[in-house]
């Protein structure tokens, strides 16, 4: 995962059929996966800091191109309109460091932010907001429910230096939080050179990921 070997390459190196070395490697990542945190988890342990918020975002994971219809028929499932590339939808939550906490199982490339996150991290972070934690997002999870705290919109009519001082101050304390959090996606990039573009079904990312969450959890406490 960290140097990006080619799968037929370490199934030649261990004098092993191809079709076996990628069984391995299957059956790694999702032993790896099943041991990153789960959500219940890193929302418990928000509610014992509940001065230090989470932070929500969204990110792609490129893959090779992989062409199956979506819904309508027309459009390509694994195809984001947004970055014109073709990937995988992973929902994340980090911590007021920049930290990694928590990341979440694939969604189809074409899926919004929202409606990922609505599948993956709503019916149990309202609950827990409701009991104190902070979540912070960006405009793109406008309308996402109660607890979870985003810009301030600004009403079109009104001129962005004639709009409340309050509102303007709401969004960008918000967004300098944001941004810390926002280093989360680069850590595990950083470190994991299979995030950046992945050759195996895009079905498969959520786990890929979720492996790389718990091998950066299992070097920081070894280090």
Not at 77 to 98: C, E, M, P, T, V
Not at 109 to 128: C, E, M, N, Q, Y
Request: charged share 25%.
């Amino acid at each position: 995962m960290r140097d990006g070997t080619a799968i037929d390459a370490l199934a030649r190196d261990n004098r092993i059929f191809r079709a076996t070395g990628y069984r391995y490697v299957d059956e790694g990542i999702d032993v790896l996966a099943d041991q990153a945190p789960d959500l219940h988890q890193v929302l418990e342990h928000a509610r014992t800091t509940p001065d230090d918020p989470l932070i929500l975002d969204g990110k792609l994971f490129v893959s090779d191109r992989c062409s199956e219809p979506g819904p309508s028929g027309r459009s390509d499932l694994w195809y984001s309109g947004h970055k014109h590339r073709h990937g995988g939808n992973i929902q994340f939550l980090s911590d007021a460091r920049g930290e990694p906490v928590w990341v979440s199982d694939v969604e189809p490339g074409s899926t919004p932010d929202i409606t990922a996150a609505r599948r993956h991290v709503f019916p149990l972070v309202h609950k827990a907001t409701a009991e104190g934690v902070v979540v912070l997002a960006d405009p793109g999870y406008e309308g996402a429910g109660v607890g979870v705290r985003t810009p301030i919109k600004r009403p079109p009519e009104v001129d962005e230096h004639r709009w409340h001082v309050d509102d303007r101050a709401h969004n960008r304390l918000l967004r300098g939080l944001r941004c810390i959090g926002e280093r989360a996606m680069a850590v595990l990039t950083g470190r994991w050179r299979v995030l950046r573009h992945t050759t195996m079904s895009p079905s498969k990312i959520g786990a890929i990921v979720q492996a790389a969450l718990a091998l950066t959890n299992i070097e920081k406490q070894t280090h």
